[in-house]
C-alpha cells in the first residue's frame, strides 16, 4: 500500500511510537523544557526545578503497567517529614472546573488546613486509594486515639490506556508511593498517576517545576507538580504549536485505533507548595494562579474537565495543632503577594510542559498515546524565535 504525502508524517510517528513502546517508561531520553531552550518566564529556578525545592515537600511514585491492559499508578505528595495529622498546614482547594472526584475537598475548604498526604490516581480508583491512605495513617505512631481523618485524593480519568474499570490501586501502591518518597529530583512523564494520561493527544504525566523569588521579594520558593491529561490546543512559550504539530487524531484514524481525547474533555491536577507564610485566603488567590498557567498552555477547560488545584504552605510559624485553641495565622499579605502570584502561573506551566516532554509513547487498552514529537515543536519554536539559544 502507498502512502500519500499527507499520510506520511503520521506513518513515520506511528513507526517511532511502535519503536518506543518497549521502553516506554524509560525517561532518560526524553528532555525537559529547559534541556532544549524553553524558558518560561523570568523568574529562577530552584535548584531541582521540581516542587521538592520547597524544604521539606516530598514526592514518591507507585507505576502499575501491565502489559497494554493496565497504565495507571498512585503520586503522593507530603509537605514535610513530621506527622501531618499532628502539624497541619495551611491549604486551600480552587476548583476552575469542577467535573471530578476530588475527595477531601469540602473540610479543606471548611478548615483551612491539610491534615494527609497528597494523592492523585486515575478516576475509579480514588476510593481504593483514600481507604489505603486512611490505614496507612491510622498505623502511624501516635495516632491510635484518632476518630477522623480526611484524606484528600485526586484524580483524572486514564481510561484510555489504562483498564480503568479494574480499579487495581490499592494497599500495595499508595504504600510504595509513601516509602519512596523524594526530597530531591521528581520523576516526571509516565509515572505514578501520570502513568495513563493523555493532554491535547499526546502522552501526559507528571510534570513539576518551581520559583524562587529574589530576596526583595521575601525570597521565597513555589514549587508546582501537575498530572495532566486534558484537551485543548497546545501553546508553548506563546506559540500556537498546534498549528504546525502533526495531528494525533489523524495519527490514530490512519493507524486504524480509537483516537485520543484532544481537545474534549479531560482534566488536570495541578498542587501547588510554598514555604511562604500564607493563610487559607492567601493561599485560595496563589492558586487561582495556577490556572493562569494552565490557561497559557492552550487548555479549554471544556465541560467534562476537572481542573483542581491544591495549595499549601510549609512555613512552621503557620503550621497548626489541632489541639490548640488559638491557631498561628501569620500571612503574606497585599502587594507582597504579587511576586508569588507570578511564581505560580511560570511554574504551572513550566510543570505542564515538562509532563508533555518528559512521557514517552504508551500502547495502552483502547490505543496509543504518542510522546509529543520534539522535532517539529523545536522548528515550530525556533520559527517564532521563541527558544534560548
Known amino acids: 500500500m502507498k502512502l500519500t504525502s499527507a499520510l506520511l508524517p503520521f506513518a513515520l510517528l506511528l513507526c517511532a511510537a511502535g519503536a518506543s513502546a518497549a521502553t516506554s517508561h524509560d525517561h532518560q531520553e526524553r528532555p525537559r523544557a529547559r534541556d532544549v531552550g524553553i524558558v518560561i518566564g523570568t523568574l529562577p529556578t530552584g535548584p531541582n526545578n521540581a516542587i521538592t525545592d520547597v524544604e521539606g515537600v516530598g514526592v514518591g511514585h507507585a507505576t502499575l503497567v501491565r502489559g497494554r491492559e493496565l497504565n495507571t499508578g498512585v503520586t503522593a505528595i507530603v509537605p514535610h517529614r513530621g506527622n501531618l495529622y499532628r502539624e497541619r498546614v495551611p491549604a486551600a482547594i480552587v476548583v476552575g472546573n469542577g467535573f471530578g472526584k476530588l475527595l477531601g475537598v469540602t473540610q479543606v475548604q471548611e478548615l483551612g488546613e491539610l491534615e494527609t498526604p497528597i494523592l492523585l490516581t486515575g478516576t475509579l480508583s480514588v476510593w481504593n486509594a483514600a481507604d489505603a491512605l486512611a490505614g496507612w495513617l491510622l498505623a502511624q ?30 494497599k500495595a501502591q499508595v504504600e510504595q508511593a509513601l516509602a519512596t518518597l523524594s526530597y530531591g529530583a521528581v520523576e516526571e512523564g509516565a509515572v505514578g498517576a501520570g502513568t495513563g494520561t493523555v493532554a491535547f ?29 486534558y484537551g485543548g490546543h497546545l501553546t508553548v512559550a506563546g506559540v500556537p504549536v498546534w498549528k504546525s504539530l502533526p495531528s494525533p487524531e489523524a495519527l490514530a484514524l490512519h493507524s486504524r485505533q480509537e483516537p485520543p481525547p484532544w481537545r474534549g474533555d479531560g482534566s488536570i491536577m495541578i498542587v501547588v507548595a510554598t514555604d511562604a507564610p500564607l493563610d487559607a485566603s492567601a493561599l485560595r488567590r496563589v492558586a487561582n494562579r495556577a490556572l493562569t498557567g494552565l490557561a497559557r498552555t492552550g487548555s479549554d477547560m471544556s465541560n467534562g474537565s476537572g481542573d483542581y488545584v491544591i495549595a499549601f504552605s510549609t512555613a512552621k510559624q503557620n503550621r497548626r495543632d489541632p489541639r490548640a485553641a488559638v491557631q498561628p495565622g501569620a500571612s503574606v499579605g497585599g502587594e507582597a503577594l504579587t511576586p508569588l502570584f507570578e511564581a505560580t502561573a511560570e511554574a504551572t506551566e513550566e510543570a505542564i510542559l515538562n509532563s508533555l516532554l518528559r512521557a514517552r509513547t504508551v500502547q495502552g487498552h483502547r490505543g496509543t498515546a504518542p510522546a509529543l514529537p520534539l522535532e517539529p515543536l523545536l522548528e515550530a519554536l525556533d520559527a517564532a524565535g521563541a527558544r534560548a539559544r
Open 201 to 229: 493527544g499526546w502522552k501526559g504525566g507528571i510534570g513539576t517545576s518551581s520559583r524562587r523569588l529574589p530576596e526583595a521579594d521575601g525570597g521565597w520558593t513555589v514549587g508546582v507538580l501537575v498530572q495532566s491529561n
Open 141 to 170: 505512631p501516635g495516632m491510635e486515639q484518632v476518630r477522623s481523618i480526611n484524606p484528600v485524593v485526586g484524580e483524572t480519568n486514564d481510561g484510555y490506556l489504562s483498564d480503568i474499570r479494574a480499579r487495581p490501586i490499592g
